[in-house]
């Protein structure tokens, strides 16, 4: 009979939790954060509790102070901060559990962009938490862009979830039922580039993020190891598109450089671009000398002063490929794409 009581408990805990918070991750600037709905009873110290957080960091995020009393149906947000919030591959010590947190895609958001929204993650992360094997996604899907930390003695919404270990053995159980997975296991995925910065000026610079703080960048050959003609490994995806495409577009304008580590060995080239599918592969012509690269969509170009009047940034692989004068903070391109 006891037990019967725990479990029937341990339900109704678990509905009352959902109604509290939906494990959307929202954003404040560059600060990442949960809503939670103030239940009766409740205080900052056992709300923090509920998200293993100080109620010393949920104060002055609220603009409150530790004896500030709480309303009910009061939203309150909670940040995920490193003491919370995991967005590597880990495993939870023996008190420990990770529950999924989720972004609700929205019209023209890719992989990329939704990544680099959610404290920069990368997209080979969202693609193997989500068990995509493809950057295909879709409106209104949810996708798992990070981790609650929570004790398993302390908050009740260690009973929603046990997951132990974040990486390829994450069950798909787990998941959100509307996350398009099936398997237990995550299967193989591509490695998608690491973007280190959006780069404003040279192929050479690391210019700092609007809004951020100047990040660290790795050490690459400046002289990319290219296929045999040098435009690059998705040159046959492009034909294939081509041919299966009922249209085609051609464009000119503006074009600027982010850094990335790939395309120095493996001749993979990637792009940012506005108004076309993420994972398009586009023809990119140098008027200049006519050298021509390939090179695959990643998402959109983020917004900010930087990317104003910009047709395209590509990474900076492919603008030596180009020979672009990297003495110029932006060059002429031609882009051309096939239109589904």
């Known amino acids: 009979m006891k037990q019967l009581f725990l479990i029937v408990f341990t339900i109704i805990i678990s509905f009352s939790l959902a109604a509290q918070s939906d494990l959307v991750v929202q954003s404040q600037g560059e600060k990442l954060y949960l809503n939670h709905t103030v239940a009766a009873k409740e205080n900052l110290y056992s709300i923090g509790r509920l998200y293993n957080i100080s109620?010393?960091?949920?104060?002055?995020?609220?603009?409150?102070?530790?004896?500030?009393?709480?309303?009910?149906?009061?939203?309150?947000?909670?940040?995920?901060?490193?003491?919370?919030?995991?967005?590597?591959?880990?495993?939870?010590?023996?008190?420990?559990?990770?529950?999924?947190?989720?972004?609700?895609?929205?019209?023209?958001?890719?992989?990329?962009?939704?990544?680099?929204?959610?404290?920069?993650?990368?997209?080979?992360?969202?693609?193997?938490?989500?068990?995509?094997?493809?950057?295909?996604?879709?409106?209104?899907?949810?996708?798992?862009?990070?981790?609650?930390?929570?004790?398993?003695?302390?908050?009740?919404?260690?009973?929603?979830?046990?997951?132990?270990?974040?990486?390829?053995?994450?069950?798909?159980?787990?998941?959100?039922?509307?996350?398009?997975?099936?398997?237990?296991?995550?299967?193989?995925?591509?490695?998608?580039?690491?973007?280190?910065?959006?780069?404003?000026?040279?192929?050479?610079?690391?210019?700092?993020?609007?809004?951020?703080?100047?990040?660290?960048?790795?050490?690459?050959?400046t002289t990319p190891k290219s296929t045999t003609d040098g435009a690059g490994f998705f040159k046959p995806v492009y034909q294939q598109q081509s041919q299966s495409s009922p249209s085609f577009r051609s464009e000119s304008g503006n074009a600027a450089v982010f850094k990335s580590t790939s395309g120095w060995q493996d001749a993979k080239y990637y792009a940012l671009m506005n108004n076309i599918t993420p994972g398009t592969i586009v023809r990119i012509t140098n008027p200049s000398n006519n050298r021509i690269i390939f090179a695959k969509v990643l998402g959109e170009l983020p917004p900010g002063k930087e990317n104003e009047g910009l047709l395209i940034r590509i990474s900076n692989s492919a603008a030596a490929e180009l020979r672009v004068n990297d003495k110029e903070p932006k060059f002429q391109a031609e882009v051309a794409y096939a239109r589904g």
């Open 55 to 221: 109620p010393r960091e949920i104060a002055p995020f609220n603009g409150l102070t530790i004896t500030s009393g709480l309303e009910i149906n009061q939203v309150i947000k909670i940040p995920l901060i490193a003491e919370n919030f995991v967005q590597r591959r880990a495993v939870a010590s023996t008190n420990e559990v990770f529950i999924p947190l989720y972004h609700i895609v929205s019209e023209k958001e890719g992989l990329f962009r939704i990544g680099q929204n959610a404290n920069k993650v990368s997209a080979d992360y969202l693609k193997e938490w989500n068990g995509l094997s493809s950057e295909n996604i879709s409106v209104g899907q949810r996708l798992v862009v990070g981790f609650l930390k929570v004790k398993t003695g302390d908050s009740p919404l260690a009973a929603t979830g046990s997951i132990k270990r974040i990486g390829g053995t994450v069950p798909a159980s787990y998941l959100d039922a509307s996350a398009p997975v099936a398997a237990t296991s995550v299967p193989a995925v591509q490695k998608e580039p690491v973007v280190q910065a959006v780069n404003t000026n040279t192929t050479a610079e690391n210019n700092t993020p609007a809004g951020g703080s100047r990040p660290a960048t790795n050490t690459v050959s």
